[in-house]
């Protein structure tokens, strides 16, 4: 990652299987796709001497929320969820069993209102939640403008795509999804960073993943 005002770190916290993103400015920090048991990232907050503001979800996946619900309650702050995808909280806990990690349940205090538009996550750093339903019905991407970073979830990888046979999955709306993308034009040099998988820049998906194109 390049050296930044305020600072963005991919973590994929044990069993290592998503890439998590930590960003922070000062002290204050959140956390984006938060997997992973949240006593580690509760043990990496405090060393740090970290305060850990908000969480952000891209989509509601149990493999990118599961220590939202628990980091969210130990730190009393919002953890950010679009409200579509509310209803996987608790779905899919057999691929947490596959990992040892703590079942989520579907009836704990849920998430906040995730709203797509412009925001301000930490003082002096902006980004945009961008809609982007297909892999999930809520899914969303987060783009960082004035940094030139995005993180796309399981959208889109280095060398493919998401699935779309999970519930809430749409092919057409995630080949849409892909095309409006490609067709905002972000710099060449985006550094992009996607759920699972080796990160990337957009001009290396124009020109290494096929389906990174206009979808008419």
């Not at 992009?192 to 998906?205: A, C, E």
Request: overall charge negative.
């Amino acid at each position: 990652m390049p050296n930044l005002k305020s600072n963005f770190e991919i973590i994929q916290m044990n069993p290592k299987n998503t890439n998590s993103v930590l960003v922070w400015t000062g002290s204050d920090c959140v956390v984006f796709d938060a997997w992973g048991n949240a006593d580690d990232w509760i043990k990496l907050i405090d060393e740090r001497g970290l305060n850990l503001c908000a969480i952000y979800s891209t989509h509601g996946h149990p493999d990118h929320i599961s220590a939202a619900p628990k980091l969210a309650k130990h730190y009393n702050c919002p953890w950010y969820l679009n409200p579509l995808d509310r209803n996987l909280v608790g779905w899919g806990n057999e691929i947490l069993d596959f990992f040892g990690i703590e079942h989520l349940c579907p009836h704990h205090d849920v998430s906040s209102d995730l709203v797509c538009g412009d925001i301000e996550i930490l003082p002096n750093t902006k980004m945009s939640v961008l809609s982007a339903p297909g892999h999930s019905q809520g899914g969303v991407m987060f783009w960082f403008p004035d940094y030139k970073i995005l993180l796309t979830g399981d959208t889109i990888f280095h060398d493919g795509f998401g699935r779309y046979d999970l519930p809430g999955g749409d092919k057409g709306a995630l080949e849409k999804s892909i095309s409006d993308l490609y067709d905002m034009n972000l710099p060449e040099d985006t550094y992009v960073v996607h759920g699972h998988g080796v990160d990337s820049l957009i001009g290396k998906l124009k020109t290494e993943n096929p389906v990174f194109k206009h979808y008419d």
